[in-house]
């Protein structure tokens, strides 16, 4: 399953690309897009709206991220896992740039595929796990760097139903938006 362009998502990438990151977001995602010298798979891994949302409707206890809420705390990331061996195997000589919203996941992934992962390695804020707070606002210039730097890789594949992935997609040139998972 995927999405593809149509005159309602090109009118949509004419205005956004309109919009211009400030300085100091330009610059990390230019640092992190200049060290790019394979091609890349841009993956984005939504696993949560936010822990601490007020509305715990739907919640998921999950072995390694612990409790997970929101619409998108069933994602099997495990499955993301299996696309990106079956992917790598039909394409040794990528990468994969990894954008996931819970470090312990982004962990991971950055051990079971070592050097093939890329990621924003010096995010905004005072330590590293500032990257993965949506509730900040260090978090919120990570996540612009993300889509734009997902908006650069040579494929992207996304979350079914996250609009960081839709956003990523239509940030790019690219003509298909494709899952790693179907809903």
């Not at 650069?152 to 899952?179: E, Q, R």
Request: include cysteine; aromatic fraction near 12%; hydrophobic fraction near 30%.
């Amino acid at each position: 399953t995927n999405v593809s362009t149509c005159d309602f998502t090109e009118n949509l990438r004419k205005y956004l690309k309109q919009l211009k990151p400030k300085k100091d977001i330009l610059e990390k995602i230019s640092s992190v897009v200049n060290s790019f010298n394979d091609k890349i798979l841009g993956i984005h891994i939504r696993t949560t709206d936010t822990i601490n949302r007020k509305d715990k409707t739907e919640t998921y206890h999950d072995k390694l991220c612990g409790l997970r809420t929101g619409g998108f705390s069933n994602v099997d990331y495990f499955t993301a896992i299996k696309y990106i061996e079956k992917f790598l195997k039909n394409n040794q000589e990528w990468k994969i740039y990894l954008s996931v919203d819970c470090h312990i996941i982004e962990k991971l992934f950055t051990k079971k595929f070592k050097n093939k992962i890329l990621k924003l390695e010096e995010p905004f804020g005072e330590t590293y796990e500032s990257k993965f707070d949506m509730n900040s606002h260090n978090g919120i210039k990570n996540g612009i760097c993300e889509m734009y730097i997902l908006s650069k890789c040579n494929k992207i594949v996304g979350t079914p139903s996250s609009s960081f992935s839709l956003m990523a997609w239509l940030l790019s040139s690219h003509d298909n938006l494709d899952y790693w998972y179907i809903k």
